[in-house]
């Protein structure tokens, strides 16, 4: 069965603390994605990757950075944790002109 | 306004219903995606839809490229199909990497 990995299903961190999220997919796929989800504001993209070492910013890259190194690892890194990047962080990803398939998603707590 | 507009936002049924949730969408696409997550899981993919119609068990979903619409229909409802379905779509040309998400909608359904 196919399967998106992420690391942690929940994490706590404190505030100003450098976080890295971890994404892994067994597919082979191309393009891998990283969302957060906000209650009343549904699901949006941080960045994505379509392809090992190349990036794109997405609709809020503002205190993220991200890291492909590998085909199938896909890392998100907050630089300096904030109170108001506590949020759901999904991963995803697919292959081109397929569906997505996603992580299980990390809960993070910024205190 | 969002360019991914579903209703309702709130759905309560009872065992057995036929239910209907409406996906209405602004800009050219490649595809639409309907996704469902239960509470506290990741994202399930149920259908990538381009044109026409898809079935898979109780589940329906179609697409009107035209008027820019798609409808989930579930039938004989379950409270298993208890959870929050998301409308996504996946842009046409350069941007067509991204999903812009509607902003889901809660279904429950009670026995």
């Known amino acids: 069965d196919v399967k998106v990995t992420q690391s942690s299903r929940y994490l706590v961190k404190r505030t100003g603390e450098k976080v890295f999220l971890e994404c892994v997919q067994d597919?082979?796929?191309?393009?891998m994605f990283w969302y957060r989800q906000d209650p009343g504001l549904g699901l949006r993209l941080i960045y994505f990757?379509?392809?090992?070492?190349?990036?794109e910013k997405g609709d809020i890259p503002e205190g993220y950075s991200v890291s492909r190194e590998k085909k199938e690892r896909f890392s998100l890194i907050l630089e300096s944790a904030s109170t108001n990047q506590t949020s759901m962080y999904l991963c995803?990803?697919?292959?081109?002109?397929?569906?997505?398939?996603f992580g299980s998603g990390t809960r993070l707590t910024v205190v | 306004k969002n360019e991914v507009e579903q209703s309702p936002q709130n759905l309560t049924a009872q065992e057995g219903e036929f239910i209907t949730i409406n996906c209405s969408y602004s800009v050219g696409i490649s595809a639409l995606h309907w996704l469902q997550q239960h509470p506290g899981g990741g994202i399930v993919s149920l259908f990538m839809?381009?044109?026409g119609k898809k079935k898979h068990g109780r589940l329906i979903a179609t697409i009107n490229i035209q008027e820019k619409h798609s409808s989930l229909h579930i039938t004989a409802s379950h409270p298993r199909d208890s959870a929050v379905y998301i409308c996504?779509?996946?842009?046409?040309?350069?941007?067509?990497?991204?999903?812009?998400f509607g902003k889901g909608t809660l279904l429950t359904v009670n026995p």
């Open positions: 597919m082979d796929h191309e393009n």
């Open positions: 995803a990803s697919r292959q081109n002109n397929y569906g997505y398939t």
């Open positions: 996504a779509v996946r842009g046409s040309g350069g941007s067509n990497y991204k999903l812009t």
């Open positions: 990757s379509y392809d090992v070492k190349m990036k």
């Open positions: 839809l381009s044109s």
